[in-house]
């Protein structure tokens, strides 16, 4: 018999591992059927979750824990037992502004240097009282967190100088384009979406923000991970496989024109390939860039959800949502990743498992061997651009040495 | 009290607004351009904005909510914990409602409910219509083939389904192209 899963998901190239463990047979080699539903903002994919009309959802990591912690609604404990993905956004703005800021860089700007140019043209804007405003996806997401975290670093301060507002992603190319915003940070095909119209260019992947920078979760109510615990663990090794697929060049191509159907994100199969393969185009006309890890999927157990991560997306909530840090709040908020479901699912598989559950982000800057529960791992570099070391033992005086 | 009924589908909001429109005090405005929305919103200032639970605007509306300085009052999600049930029901239904902050329950529910009553009853009449175009054929037609693969090649149901989805898949096709295609050929080799 086999176990019906509903998942929720947006149109975007990272609702990828879901979309192709159905297409290729993964889940149903595991013995789950899966039904996927479409939805265009992140509101609905969360009411669904929370009504039961899905038993997971892709989801933007920083709101299953908002949700959690109550934020904005009646708090409801989410799980996150596997990490869909990390990175895959951009930072795309106006052509004139992104030809002002990025200088003579070829290719994907410095974002310490891009920072500063930001800088100047933000705050003459700012005194013309025509602030310089951004469009994220949303207010609980990393674009929102990433975006944020580079401006404050290079003098920008996100609230004051700045406009921030949302903007559903395939809605950010029109943005751009009536002048309603001067850049956006989103997910791909979203920003190349805006490149081949010509409204965008872009200057700076959020791997360069941070280099393993947490994305999408899978994600559940807790009373229905424990109720189909044993269903989770089968969906896991699904999306595991599903993980491996995507990544590998020989299916890209077959991958891309799955992920362009219709009923999935119903766009341009081309598009999507290119950010599977990490090619950005910066600007209509100009030249292919590759940007290793630019979407992070698979490697290095990129799905073991670091308790770590949580609890940095939770100092960011802290930190802009201008409350102050409670440590049963962040207990609460790092108990939403459960790598201890990840191990209970790829124990005695090929895939590596860590030996830690945390670790100290930022801290990695050449490969490194660590020890494992199972297999073999090197991590490479985890750095945040501004060479700041996030432990999450010790969050507040990371908040408090922040800009 | 205000009421703003969002949603991109013109027929449907009509329909919701006719159905409000036999409350007493309620001013109804509808909204269905997502261009201008917050500018709108602030225009029209609200106590209750109802919108299709799939409006691909949530997003924005629930952030301006959030932190506009435009509305002096906050508005708040209709999800007091107290109040499960109808949320279950407006879910269901496929509504989400805004409150603003402090608005009796008592003056929400009737609201909410016949709010509820017009979308489900909207809902029909589309199911109607997408089962009058064959729509919902479609898993019936995937079944057929999966059963017509299972007699003739004697395989059990798991085996049937992947068989169609790997033809489909190789093919580039949707399965239901291919449940279409042996079904058709079941049918002319059978004779019926």
């Known amino acids: 018999m086999n176990t019906q899963l509903t998942i929720g998901f947006l149109p975007l190239v990272d609702a990828c591992l879901p979309i192709l463990a159905l297409e290729h047979g993964f889940a149903e080699d595991e013995g789950i059927s899966l039904s996927l539903v479409k939805d265009l903002s992140w509101a609905t994919v969360l009411d669904r979750l929370l009504y039961g009309h899905s038993d997971a959802a892709h989801m933007i990591a920083p709101l299953a824990i908002a949700a959690t912690l109550g934020r904005g609604r009646p708090a409801q404990p989410l799980a996150a037992p596997f990490v869909l993905g990390l990175n895959g956004n951009a930072i795309t703005l106006a052509p004139k502004l992104a030809q002002r800021v990025r200088g003579d860089e070829e290719g994907l700007g410095d974002p310490v240097k891009v920072g500063a140019a930001l800088r100047e043209v933000a705050l003459e804007r700012a005194a013309a009282g025509k602030p310089l405003t951004f469009g994220v996806v949303h207010r609980y997401s990393s674009h929102n967190y990433m975006l944020r975290y580079w401006l404050a670093s290079c003098g920008i301060h996100a609230d004051k100088d700045v406009d921030i507002s949302t903007v559903a992603p395939p809605f950010c190319a029109e943005a751009l384009e009536l002048g309603e915003v001067d850049g956006i940070c989103v997910g791909e095909p979203w920003n190349s979406v805006a490149v081949e119209k010509g409204v965008g260019e872009i200057v700076l992947s959020t791997s360069q923000i941070w280099r393993r920078g947490v994305e999408k979760v899978l994600a559940l109510r807790e009373p229905v991970l424990e109720e189909k615990r044993e269903a989770v663990l089968r969906l896991i090794r699904a999306l595991c496989r599903a993980a491996a697929h995507f990544v590998d060049p020989i299916n890209w191509e077959h991958n891309a024109a799955i992920l362009a159907r219709p009923e999935y994100l119903d766009g341009s199969p081309e598009l999507i390939r290119r950010a599977i393969a990490d090619q950005i185009l910066i600007a209509r006309g100009g030249a292919m860039i590759h940007y290793p890890d630019f979407m992070f999927q698979y490697r290095e157990a990129a799905n073991f959800p670091w308790v770590s991560q949580a609890e940095w997306l939770y100092s960011q909530m802290v930190r802009w949502d201008g409350q102050t840090f409670d440590r049963a709040s962040a207990d609460k908020a790092a108990r939403v990743f459960r790598p201890d479901i990840y191990r209970a699912a790829l124990l005695g598989t090929n895939e590596p498992l860590p030996g830690a559950s945390s670790k100290v982000e930022g801290s990695i800057v050449t490969p490194t061997v660590v020890g494992t529960q199972q297999g073999n791992m090197v991590l490479e570099s985890n750095a945040f651009f501004d060479g700041k070391v996030f432990d999450p033992q010790r969050i507040e005086e990371y908040l408090a040495q922040l800009p | ?192």
């Open chain 2, 1 to 192: 009290m205000r009421i703003a009924i969002v949603d991109e589908s013109a027929a449907r909001a009509s329909i919701i607004e006719e159905g409000l429109s036999e409350l007493a005090d309620c001013d109804l405005v509808v909204i269905t351009e997502r261009r201008g929305m917050l500018a709108r919103m602030a225009e029209i200032d609200p106590d209750i904005v109802l919108m299709n639970l799939g409006n691909p605007s949530r997003d924005m509306l629930e952030e301006y909510f959030a932190v506009s300085r435009a509305l002096a009052r906050p508005i708040a999600m209709f999800v007091d914990e107290a109040d499960d049930e109808a949320i279950v029901a407006s879910v269901e239904a496929g509504v989400s409602s805004y409150v603003v902050d402090g608005l009796a329950a008592g003056r929400i529910r009737p609201i909410l409910d016949l709010a509820i009553t017009r979308f489900n009853a909207f809902a029909r009449l589309q199911s109607d219509l997408a089962e009058a175009r064959g729509k919902l054929a479609e898993r019936e037609l995937v079944d057929k083939a999966k059963r017509i693969l299972m007699q003739s090649k004697g395989l059990p149901e798991p085996k049937a389904y992947a068989e169609l989805r790997k033809t489909a898949m190789d093919q580039g096709k949707r399965i239901v192209n291919i449940a279409e295609a042996v079904v058709t050929a079941h049918e002319l080799m059978s004779g019926t």
